[in-house]
């Protein structure tokens, strides 16, 4: 048996191992995926969408499939399994099991006659249950690959499939066979799965009554791909419901028949669920019954008060027992915990957001592997704290669902991380070279041949535009050549299609009419470069965004609008012309701007790679909050401890050069090529440095409260981080009555967050004055407990036991009041639970204040020209895919200057960070923007009026010539500079005046004709 070689395995294929493979690919380095699917993506394609942003899923996740499947550096192996892995770091021979699906990939067409001929129907396990598939199939409509899959257990070997198929692609003697590799390190992305209560939680009928669902149930009746092509139906009888409720917490926080940790994401999947419902069907009522509301992350608790303003009703609640009704509604008895009273609702619909678990092949692997695992299932890192992403095996390492509930974005940091941690061993390997670009065709000379592909996007368009009507009235426009419709333009099987038919049909314009060219513009040029054609002779109609979406209410209006923009981008085509983007070399360092948990790793994971990295910490000492903090959780680790190691890690790095007490005083340049100015202060040098990236990792600080709650008038009134550094430094004293405030300065209207990190904050420090003293009184004044996934649950719930405060449940929009009296302080708070005001003595009180972005946000992100909100804290490119990135290119974002969050997940964000920083200065080279403005001298009368517009500082004048200068590099292609020329002299290329005045005037003759 041959072996192949590899850089890394990625185990799983879900957003986590996509992510984690692609930026090992982007640096160079050979990736093998398996996946035990028949198709990539995970949990997230089954999606609707995705909190707290709704984009559709399935939209960003198909791009990325894509690209996944297209990279030359990665291969992919769908339908196999991790057997054995032997060896150590550098060299681990893996043994791969690669089941048969009985179908040849390389001559299956993904046509579908398989699956039209075969009489056998099987529950659809993708969309759970709640429909049924053939015995031959395709797992969903964008799978990748686009290869059908015979079902062996319900095959019967009736050979209708083989005679149907054309190619010839099935073979019932095709045998499962084994494979060996060799890797020199590995990922694990297994991903997690949820909860389906047939045993747990027999109480809520799931499984007995017919319209008890799932949450991941639900999100398949959501889908415009799903079994009710995305509209809200009952599953017993096909009637739209009027009232569904939801229960939380359906398994976890259950150390009784459960799962005791919390899941993490159910608050808001379900808040994104009834919202969406709401939004989809006004008239249907939407109740969420919960706990605790854990909207904890970047703008979740805006998002949950947006669906409260439509409509949700939230009902904090026990809930018992749900019976059927004659009309198989049900019934739901709860007691409300606000009131105490029992209550007995009827709903139409019952939705369970059950636990998150962890993948049934995780026990098996974990022997594979010979890594931990936990009690429940999850893979278990090596020190939960300073190595989150490390496996307890050397080599082999963590990400997304497969270590504990997760979101898409912090599974998405993760796994970029763990492919920073895994391209340490990769450090002294030879990198593959990218692969050259096809021939260009030159088409210059060639007539107009235009090819129309025309999206249903299942039912996101077709639901509510007529796809036939836009394809037939593309094929009447002048120069169009091929006009194709697709369910789903995005697919594999779709950009199959495409490539062929620009070939056959010797198309030289492509216009693709479907979603949003910011998400998947780079998928169809990508696939139009495959065959030569140049990605500036491609154009997109948005008619999902700006018609079905918008105009989801008047489908004629829709269709109309449709062709419009289809006659429009067919008009610009016409006046397309190549485009060629401009490869610039990389200086091959990188800046790290922060030198605290965040920094110092990123510093850390950049060196370790062998890359020279500058870490500058405006600071004299290293270490940031480490130097306040007394303690870290889990484990109650001493803050001086982690700080020591970190630091003397960074001084034993020769590739780490560090600046303390300096300041980042003006930066310039582009990626590739960024020169930084840096002030080392009074006595100090001025120093410039030349980079090809950088990371900003400046972190956060404590809201000023002064003049709330007697802060800053009351000694006696202090906040956590003031707290900890008594803690720390053992001068607290022995105070006898210590009242802790929450969310102090959070959840209000100048500042919406939750800071995700203060309820964990607040119980840690909780125990620390239960031992500095163990006869004081201490008190909890919170809003909700907002201690949320694996771990945290279960450490803060034990440590709550522990410390046996007061808890009291307090509304912010009556907070607590705290006044000096003879004796000491007085807080007045009206608790909720008792519904009564209560008066609590003391003699110390600890806010736990509300957070923001670092004091300097708001000058370095002029200097960097990246954005932050209201908070200073920076905002990433895109909040599921792309959280570590700016869009401001070559600048990356971790730790809390992005957002609160705990040790850990900044370990894991630096990591990722230092993953992403990295791939350019790897490369050596990256590609700029194409789109940029340019001069047209003999027009230019050297007015300069231009140059205030433009935000990059791509612009300048030259005195000579009395003419305005572009620096390519620099320019954005944002057009601003365009509308302020006032004689015409700047155009920019992609969007030329011809191009734009055709669209323009192919409208007004469209209706003028109409």
Not at 516 to 526: C, K
Not at 587 to 604: E, K, T, Y
Not at 764 to 775: F, I
Not at 861 to 867: D, E, F, I, R
């Amino acid at each position: 048996m041959q072996t192949q070689s590899y850089d890394t395995l990625v185990i799983g294929a879900g957003i986590s191992g996509m992510q984690a493979a692609l930026d090992l690919a982007e640096k160079g380095y050979r990736v093998l995926v398996v996946e035990r699917q028949a198709s990539i993506g995970g949990t997230m394609v089954k999606l609707d969408k995705t909190f707290p942003t709704n984009d559709c899923a399935i939209c960003i996740a198909a791009p990325k499939m894509v690209e996944l499947a297209r990279h030359p550096n990665i291969t992919l192996l769908t339908s196999a399994r991790v057997e054995q892995v032997k060896g150590s770091v550098g060299n681990f021979e893996v043994t791969i099991w690669r089941q048969t699906t009985y179908v040849d990939p390389e001559l299956c067409t993904g046509c579908g006659d398989c699956a039209r001929a075969c009489p056998v129907d099987v529950d659809d396990t993708f969309n759970g249950r709640l429909s049924q598939r053939k015995a031959i199939y395709l797992q969903f409509p964008q799978a990748v690959p686009a290869i059908y899959t015979i079902d062996y257990a319900h095959c019967t070997g009736c050979g209708a499939c083989d005679r149907a198929c054309g190619p010839r692609a099935i073979s019932f003697l095709r045998r499962s066979r084994p494979l060996r590799v060799t890797a020199a390190s590995v990922i694990v992305a297994t991903g997690f799965e949820l909860l389906e209560p047939t045993e747990l939680r027999k109480e809520y009928g799931f499984g007995r009554f017919a319209n008890v669902l799932t949450a991941l149930q639900y999100e398949r009746i959501l889908s415009a791909s799903g079994p009710s092509d995305g509209h809200i139906t009952r599953p017993s009888d096909g009637k739209v419901p009027q009232r569904i409720a939801w229960i939380q917490c359906v398994g976890s926080r259950s150390e009784q028949g459960g799962y005791p940790y919390c899941s993490k994401i159910c608050c808001m999947y379900a808040t994104k669920e009834a919202l969406i419902t709401r939004e989809h069907a006004p008239d249907t009522e939407a109740t969420i019954f919960y706990m605790d509301l854990r909207a904890y992350g970047k703008d979740f608790q805006q998002y949950y008060e947006r669906a409260a303003a439509h409509g949700v009703r939230y009902v904090r609640s026990r809930p018992a027992m749900v019976s059927e009704n004659s009309d198989q509604s049900v019934t739901l008895t709860y007691a409300d915990t606000l009131t105490g009273t029992m209550h007995h609702e009827s709903f139409d619909m019952l939705v369970l957001s059950t636990a998150v678990v962890p993948s049934p092949d995780n026990r098996r692997l974990a022997q594979a592997l010979d890594i931990a695992v936990d009690d429940h299932g999850f893979f278990v890192p090596r020190d939960p704290l300073r190595e989150p992403l490390h496996a307890t095996r050397e080599g082999i390492f963590l990400a997304g669902g497969a270590q504990g509930p997760n979101d898409i974005p912090d599974s998405v940091a993760q796994a970029c991380g763990a492919a920073g941690r895994a391209a340490i061993p990769l450090a002294t390997r030879t990198r593959a070279k990218p692969p050259e670009p096809p021939a260009e065709r030159e088409v210059s000379d060639e007539p107009t041949r235009t090819g129309v592909f025309v999206c249903s996007c299942g039912k996101n368009i077709g639901g509510f535009v007529d796809v036939a009507a836009v394809t037939e009235a593309a094929q009447t426009l002048p120069g169009v050549s091929f006009v194709e419709s697709s369910t789903f333009a995005c697919s594999e099987d779709a950009q199959r299609r495409i490539r062929a038919a620009i070939d056959a049909n010797g198309l030289n314009r492509v216009v693709v009419a479907a979603c949003s060219p910011i998400t998947h513009g780079p998928v169809f040029q990508q696939t139009c470069a495959e065959v030569g054609l140049n990605a500036g002779l491609f154009e997109m109609a948005n008619i999902r965004n700006q018609c079905s979406w918008v105009h989801s209410g008047a489908p004629g209006a829709a269709t109309t609008k449709s062709i419009d923009l289809v006659r429009m981008a067919v008009a610009r085509a016409d006046q397309m012309r190549p485009l060629t983007a401009q490869m610039l070399p990389v200086h091959p360092d990188c800046l790290v701007i922060g030198g605290g948990v965040a920094g110092m790793n990123a510093a850390l994971t950049l060196a370790d790679m062998g890359i020279n990295t500058y870490l500058v910490e405006r600071e004299p000492i290293l270490g940031g909050k480490l130097n306040t903090l007394a303690t870290l959780a889990p484990g109650d680790v001493a803050a001086s401890e982690l700080r020591e190691q970190m630091v003397h890690a960074v001084q034993q790095r020769p590739r780490i050069k560090l600046f303390l007490g300096t300041e980042v005083r003006e930066i310039s340049g582009h990626v590739g090529d960024f020169r930084v100015t840096l002030d080392e202060g009074i006595g100090g040098e001025i120093n410039e440095v030349r980079v090809g990236t950088m990371i900003v990792a400046t972190g956060f600080r404590e809201a000023n409260l002064h003049g709330r709650y007697g802060y800053g008038n009351e000694p006696r009134v202090i906040t956590q981080l003031e707290l900890e550094r008594h803690l720390r430094e053992g001068t607290l004293g022995q105070p006898r009555s210590v009242v802790m405030i929450n969310c102090a300065g959070s959840l209000e209207a100048e500042n919406p967050n939750c800071c995700r990190i203060g309820c964990g904050i607040a119980v840690k420090n909780l125990r620390r004055l239960r031992e500095a003293a163990p006869t004081a009184k201490l008190s909890l004044l919170y809003h909700d407990l907002r201690v949320y996934g694996k771990g945290q649950e279960e450490h803060f719930t034990q440590m709550l036991r522990e410390v046996e405060p007061l808890r009291v449940r307090y509304d912010t929009a009556r907070p607590p009041t705290v006044a000096a009296t003879q004796s000491g302080l007085e807080v007045t708070v009206y608790d909720t639970l008792l519904r009564d005001e209560l008066t609590l003595e003391a003699d110390l009180v600890v806010l736990t204040a509300a957070l923001r972005g670092d004091s300097e946000t708001s000058r370095l992100k002029q200097m960097l020209k990246v954005a932050a909100n209201g908070q200073d804290f920076y905002n990433e490119a895109h909040a599921k895919i792309r959280p570590l990135d700016f869009n401001t290119e070559g600048i990356y974002l971790c730790g809390s200057d992005h957002y609160p969050r705990t040790i850990a997940d900044t370990m894991a964000q630096a990591a990722g960070a230092a993953s992403r920083a990295a791939i350019p200065l790897l490369r050596g080279e990256v590609s700029v923007e194409a789109i940029v403005a340019e001069v047209q001298p003999e027009l230019c009368s050297g007015c300069g009026l231009c140059l205030d517009s433009c935000a990059y500082g791509a612009m300048s004048m030259d005195a000579l010539q009395n003419l305005v200068l572009i620096e390519e590099v620099l320019c954005k292609g944002c057009g601003t500079c365009v509308a302020a020329c006032p004689s015409g002299a700047l155009q920019q290329r992609g969007f030329t005046d011809p191009q734009l005045l055709a669209m323009i005037e192919t409208a007004w003759e469209g209706a003028t004709n109409e």
